[in-house]
């Protein structure tokens, strides 16, 4: 299993990301996708999930309205969509798949938004 996030930088309040995670290895459409986020000093914490159809997502609720999990499983990538990002959007993000009892995680992209 691999995952690989990009899409990470810096950006002005109120602005917009989109992350991808790149995944192989397993079959993708067969598992749900999370992605979640660490800030320096806190923990990692679930930013939002999604199933392996894309019929049901989740989000957490400090970025209900604002961000938007996707995927597509031609391609074997989850997305990100994150706008109207603010300070406390800054960390790195990582996307998650648990797969046949154990849970991988990519390298992680980092995002700072700072004015």
């Known amino acids: 299993v691999r995952l690989v996030e990009s899409g990470g930088g810096l950006v002005q309040p109120g602005g917009s990301l989109r992350l991808s995670c790149a995944a192989s290895g397993f ?59 603010e300070f406390e959007d800054t960390a790195v993000y990582y996307c998650n798949v648990f797969h046949l009892g154990n849970s991988y995680w990519g390298q992680g992209t980092q995002v700072t938004v700072s004015s």
Do not use: C
């Open 27 to 85: 079959t993708f459409s067969w598992y749900a996708m999370r992605w979640y986020r660490q800030a320096p000093g806190k923990e990692r914490e679930l930013v939002a999930d999604i199933t392996g159809a894309g019929g049901t997502t989740n989000y957490a609720d400090f970025v209900k309205g604002r961000f938007t999990i996707s995927r597509d499983n031609a391609k074997n990538t989850v997305y990100l969509q994150m706008n109207s990002l």
